[in-house]
Each structure stands twice: as structure tokens, then as C-alpha cells.
């Protein structure tokens, strides 16, 4: 009966094994790779990311800019209209 006992462990113990523990090791080296893969493309995102609003800020920046230039001219052309006024 012990004998039939230690080989019934020693079947358990093998199939638990090779048939549960060895595809379960796979399958964790392989989503562990699948992590990894995911870790870089959220790298890359982010880098992304930040140059879009990188490019954003400077957008805006030139925008505000542009918007300055505008009233300066819209200024310098009411000058130029008054100057013109004045002379006979």
C-alpha cells in the first residue's frame, strides 16, 4: 500500500509538473514579455505626447504672437491714417 501510495505521489507530483507548472512558466515568460512590449510602447506614447504639446505651447505662443503683430499694425495704420489727416 505504501508503495502504491508513492508512486500515486510521485504521478501526482510529475503531472503536476510538467503539465501544469511548465505551460503555466510559459505563459508568464510570455506575458511578462507582452508587458515589456507594452512598457515601450507607453514609452513611446508618452514621448509622443509630450512633443504634441510641446508643439502645442509653441502654437499658442506664436498665435499670441501673431495676434501682438496684428494689433501693432492695426495701430501703426491708424497712425499713419491720422498722420495723413493732419498734413494738408
Known sequence: MLVAASLLFAALLLYVLFVGYLPTKQRVLGLERELRELYVREAELQTRLQQQALRER??????????????????????????????P
Open 58 to 87: 509653441q502654437l499658442a505662443a506664436l498665435s499670441a504672437e501673431r495676434d501682438a503683430l496684428i494689433k501693432r499694425l492695426e495701430a501703426l495704420e491708424r497712425e499713419l491714417a491720422a498722420a495723413r489727416r493732419r498734413r
